[in-house]
């Protein structure tokens, strides 16, 4: 019987489903995090804000909130909580020397 973990292993890639904001989700990231030894990670958040997005994650537990424009003039307010799988992830990267990648349109 496969173990459930190994449901989301495509190719030698780890797909961690999430749910923003969650904390939940964030402890599944931990988890996959040391089953998998990760090369790289890539999160769901937009590539144009990495850099600001991986400067507040290395601010933690310090929290850290964007603001941010879209294209159509909506104002958008992101905020990098420790529960948040994606920021999550970036965290455990970051802290074990790991490529991280944030590839959201």
Do not use: W
Not at 41 to 46: D, H, K, N, T
């Amino acid at each position: 019987m496969r173990r459930r973990m190994d449901l989301f292993l495509k190719n030698n890639i780890c797909f961690v489903p999430v749910l923003h904001g969650r904390l939940e989700f964030a402890l599944q990231v931990i988890r996959h995090f040391a089953a998998f030894e990760p090369d790289a990670i890539a999160v769901e958040l937009p590539k144009t804000l990495e850099e600001v997005i991986l400067r507040g994650v290395k601010r933690l537990p310090l929290l850290s909130v964007l603001l941010y424009e879209e294209r159509d003039g909506t104002t958008v307010y992101l905020p990098l909580e420790p529960t948040d799988a994606s920021v999550e992830a970036l965290r455990l990267g970051i802290e074990h020397g790991i490529p991280c990648y944030c590839i959201d349109r």
